[in-house]
């Protein structure tokens, strides 16, 4: 079982630069999430999907976009990199049945950005 | 206000010890669900103990176990017999009955000493 798939795993990037973190899982999760946790911190929510083509915001969305046009793929887009979102980010996903609450997150390994 | 508080940003333990990890909650919910992760320095996240609010005993996985006091929104973990092995972030988080998403403590950094 491969559970959710982060790429790159590093990444340096230049102010005003731009990428799309991957993320993809193949459990058939129907919630999936980004969080960024940085340096000695815990983790903030960035956006959420509760299905295929619905998306959430999260604690802190700016700078930051997402689709959601499958199942099993979540990308996340930075657009104009800034020294700010230098950050360890984790792609999540979760089981939502009828009776969701123990149901807790499998995340993916993670990305390190740097923005230099 | 902060739903999930963890008051101990970092401790040191004795390896072999037992350790309490502290967290209380905040929630109007009567249906809530309690987690533990552990990160060690790798990064990874790694799920360890899950506890209902509905659960009647302290749920328990080899050797962490969930001290829960649902009167006093506690949900403390404890590793019994701690190892180097234990040395790692631990997070606590919930997940609200009507929510879609976890919410994540900041995090208490534990150090096993040989």
């Known amino acids: 079982n491969a559970g959710v798939t982060q790429t790159p795993k590093f990444r340096i990037l230049k102010i005003g630069q731009s990428m799309t973190l991957q993320c993809t899982q193949d459990?058939?999760?129907?919630?999936m999430y980004w969080y960024r946790q940085d340096p000695g911190m815990g983790l903030k929510l960035i956006y959420y999907?509760?299905?295929?083509?619905?998306?959430d915001k999260g604690e802190v969305p700016n700078g930051y976009n997402v689709s959601r046009s499958t199942t099993e793929d979540f990308p996340l887009r930075l657009e104009l990199a800034a020294p700010s979102q230098t950050s360890v980010y984790f792609c999540?996903?979760?089981?939502?049945?009828?009776?969701?609450?123990?149901?807790?997150?499998?995340f993916g390994s993670g990305t390190r950005l740097t923005v230099v | 206000a902060q739903k999930i508080t963890q008051t101990q940003p970092g401790m040191f333990v004795q390896e072999k010890e037992a350790v309490t990890l502290d967290c209380t909650y905040d929630?109007?919910?009567?249906?809530?669900?309690l987690f533990w992760y552990k990160q060690p320095s790798s990064g990874e996240m790694i799920f360890l103990i899950y506890q209902g609010s509905y659960d009647e005993q302290n749920a328990t996985e080899g050797r962490y176990s969930l001290n829960f006091q649902k009167a006093r929104k506690s949900a403390n973990l404890v590793i019994s017999a701690s190892q180097l092995g234990d040395s790692a972030m631990y997070f606590c988080a919930m997940r609200e009955g009507r929510d879609d998403k976890i919410i994540f403590g900041k995090g208490t950094r534990l150090h096993i000493l040989p």
């Open positions: 459990m058939n999760h129907n919630y």
């Open positions: 999907s509760v299905g295929a083509g619905i998306t």
């Open positions: 999540a996903s979760s089981y939502h049945p009828t009776d969701p609450l123990k149901y807790g997150y499998t």
């Open positions: 929630t109007s919910d009567q249906s809530y669900g």
